[in-house]
């Protein structure tokens, strides 16, 4: 099972926290990180949410009680302390572009490392962009290598010329703010907010 196989910072502890805050509902969910790289659910919480309309936060102080229940409950199912959670995001704020970013390869030896990749994914991250939004995810849809499309992993290839097409998804930093908030009330950090 490869389920996690490109996800940033997984895992910390070997568990994995996500948190959904919904406007009829709150919902924590726990998991362990198997050594195949599955997700074992050990712990659920939910509770009803009265702080949100329509997907957007109303009341910060009833939404982070809401989430405080929905966390007491899934750390008794799963006997973990819970301090941070992936956060999902969702509503009608959210837009995605597409955009391209280009770098030249940095080594000696033309070989495309790490750096480079997140140089590129870096340069396709600047775009015009309203004050009021903030970038959420930078998804690359392909490489480029000196002109040779379809590339999903260009780490280790040789070239002098990286480019990515992306897909870069934004909310409103407004919405994004009051969620981190919330979740800041309720006492957890935000590993990552996630669309």
Known sequence: CSLLGGARGLPRNNMVVGLDIGTTKVVVVVAEVTSEGCLDIIGLGETSSGGL????IID???????IEKAVEQAERMSGTKINSAYVGLTGPHIESIN?????????????IGPDDVQRVLQAARVIPLAAERRVIHVLPRQYI??????????????GSRLEVETQIVT???????????SVH???LEVDELVV
């Open 53 to 56: 309309r329509k997907g957007i």
């Open 145 to 158: 290598v000196d002109g040779y499309d379809g590339i999903m992993d260009p780490i280790g290839m040789s």
């Open 99 to 111: 955009n391209k970013g280009v770098v030249a390869v940095t080594s000696a030896d033309g070989e």
């Open 171 to 181: 909310a409103a930093g407004a919405v994004v703010q009051n969620i981190l908030k």
């Open 60 to 66: 910060i102080e009833n939404t982070a009680r809401a």
């Open 185 to 187: 009330r309720a006492n």
